[in-house]
């Protein structure tokens, strides 16, 4: 969070597969450092600590394949509600950045949360994730319901 009273605009920042690690904490310095409020929950905490996983492979099928994107979108609602109840986050203001895998929560979430200003997917898959009860539809089945600005990279 920026130094100094006052709102300030949230930034969403959402890491890759390896969780919280010191470039998402270090990417959060750094929104700070501009004016940001920014904020990087820790998306897979419920399956463990994946920045003790070090084998790919186990990562993803023991963390990252069993987390819904409702659940996703639900644990980002509820950080934005953190940062309100904060009292130093401007909520209409607000904007998410994702990398990798957090590129395609990007998708995900700018559908689910209209109220967002923009959103930026740093790669993350837009098709093939696609499981009836835990990712019902990839992003690019629902890409023409976006009202969010998104900058695909």
């Known amino acids: 969070m920026p130094a100094g009273p006052g709102k300030f605009p949230v930034m969403l920042v959402v890491?890759?597969?390896?969780?919280?690690?010191e470039h998402i904490k270090d990417?959060?310095?750094r929104y700070?450092?501009?004016?940001?409020?920014?904020?990087?929950?820790?998306?897979?905490a419920r399956q463990g600590?994946?920045?003790?996983?070090t084998d790919i492979p186990a990562i993803l099928s023991?963390?990252?394949?069993k987390v819904p994107d409702a659940q996703v979108c639900a644990d980002l609602d509820a950080t934005l509600g953190f940062a309100r109840a904060s009292g130093h986050a401007d909520a209409k203001r607000t904007g998410l950045v994702g990398y990798s895998r957090g590129g395609r929560t990007a998708w995900v979430y700018a559908r689910h949360n209209?109220?967002?200003n923009a959103a930026v997917a740093y790669?993350?898959?837009l098709e093939g994730l696609k499981t009836?009860?835990?990712r019902p539809q990839d992003p690019i089945d629902f890409a023409d319901e976006i009202r969010v600005p998104v900058l695909g990279l």
Do not use: T, W, Y
């Open 15 to 21: 890491q890759e597969i390896f969780g919280v690690h």
């Open 27 to 29: 990417m959060c310095r």
């Open 32 to 44: 700070a450092k501009m004016g940001d409020f920014a904020i990087a929950p820790e998306m897979f």
């Open 49 to 53: 600590d994946v920045s003790r996983m």
């Open 62 to 65: 023991q963390a990252v394949s």
């Open 114 to 116: 209209g109220n967002l």
């Open 123 to 125: 790669d993350g898959l």
């Open 132 to 134: 009836p009860e835990l």
